[in-house]
């Protein structure tokens, strides 16, 4: 086992490998993961996605991604940036949208990411979470560890039907216990939490959703969980299930990895628990996939550039209308 430090401060032991403890995961059939997963409001299902194409995809990024130095639009911030390295030279500002990328820089990397979050049996595994067919709204390419803040998605993306969306954390790599972990506090999906909006909106006051969150998990009593995640192992959890990244201590390992969120296609898809957007969807390997900001699209490659020169006046914007639309 690996110590190392929960989000509330308090040391805790992740397994180092899966062969490290009892694997309560290998044991389970569809039914099985289905019945886990409402019960914990997570699941990891074991060798989901094949190993070769697990490969391709993280090969490919090294490949096109890596090298390039212009601007991409990044997770934590929803900008486009420049790469930013760890001290361990690994790309610490993860990648929002991979299907949204310009198939002319990165062909490969588009194409292979595109063939993981869109896998036949990711689909299967998805739709017996759901009970439906799902839509995939929205993807995120991660190698460094941004150190996620304990969260729900459901503050910032979700299904109609509050709950309902699935997240998929898809190894890429066999992830080392200090190179960020992917982390869960089982049953937090059934804890009623504040609404974004108001005291909690995101525009203008993130930090107080985020302190309520730690506050939340130790007057809960609540108990961070960090399985080890071999290549092709998938982390399912809920919208409504705080989660995060554990803090890096082995500089060197990367955490290759692409995320994945999927709605019920019966549902409309929500942002900030109050706006009902209209996706952008186009079908890949069978399954209707949004993409927001197409760069293969001259507009949205004309919005990048300007949001480039003129970052701070769009920024402003941006949270000047969040904050109109939610309040």
């Not at 694997?23 to 409001?41: F, I, K, S, V, W």
């Not at 198939?103 to 993981?116: D, E, G, H, I, W």
């Not at 080392?176 to 939490?193: C, K, L, N, Q, T």
Request: charged share 25%.
């Amino acid at each position: 086992m690996f110590t190392i430090t929960a989000p509330e401060g308090k040391p805790i032991a992740v397994p180092v490998a899966v062969e490290d403890g009892s694997d309560p995961y290998l044991r389970l059939d569809p039914a099985g993961h289905r019945a886990y997963y409402e019960q914990h409001g997570y699941v990891v299902w074991r060798g989901l996605v094949d190993d070769a194409r697990c490969g391709e995809a993280k090969a490919a990024f090294v490949r096109e991604v890596k090298p390039y130095s212009g601007f991409l639009y990044r997770q934590a911030s929803g900008n486009p940036e420049r790469h930013v390295l760890t001290e361990g030279g690994h790309v610490l500002n993860s990648i929002l949208n991979v299907q949204d990328l310009d198939a002319s820089r990165f062909p490969s990397f588009r194409a292979a990411s595109l063939a993981v979050i869109t896998d036949r049996r990711l689909q299967a595994a998805v739709e017996s979470l759901l009970g439906e067919r799902g839509v995939l709204v929205q993807s995120m390419y991660f190698e460094g560890n941004p150190s996620t803040w304990a969260h729900q998605d459901t503050y910032y993306l979700d299904s109609a039907d509050i709950g309902r969306m699935v997240g998929a954390w898809i190894a890429l790599e066999d992830i080392e216990p200090g190179a960020g972990r992917f982390y869960v506090y089982p049953r937090s999906h059934r804890i009623d939490m504040a609404r974004n909006g108001g005291d909690f909106d995101i525009a203008f006051h993130h930090d107080r959703y985020k302190r309520l969150v730690l506050d939340l998990i130790q007057s809960h009593g609540l108990e961070c969980h960090a399985p080890a995640l071999r290549r092709g192992d998938v982390m399912f959890w809920n919208s409504r299930t705080i989660h995060g990244s554990l803090p890096t201590v082995q500089p060197r390992a990367s955490r290759s990895s692409l995320t994945a969120h999927f709605i019920p296609a019966s549902r409309p898809f929500l942002q900030y628990q109050t706006i009902e957007k209209p996706l952008r969807l186009r079908e890949v390997n069978g399954i209707p996939v949004n993409h927001p900001k197409d760069q293969n699209r001259r507009v949205n490659r004309v919005v990048m550039f300007i949001e480039t020169r003129i970052p701070d006046a769009f920024r402003l914007g941006k949270r000047l209308a969040i904050k109109l639309l939610t309040s």
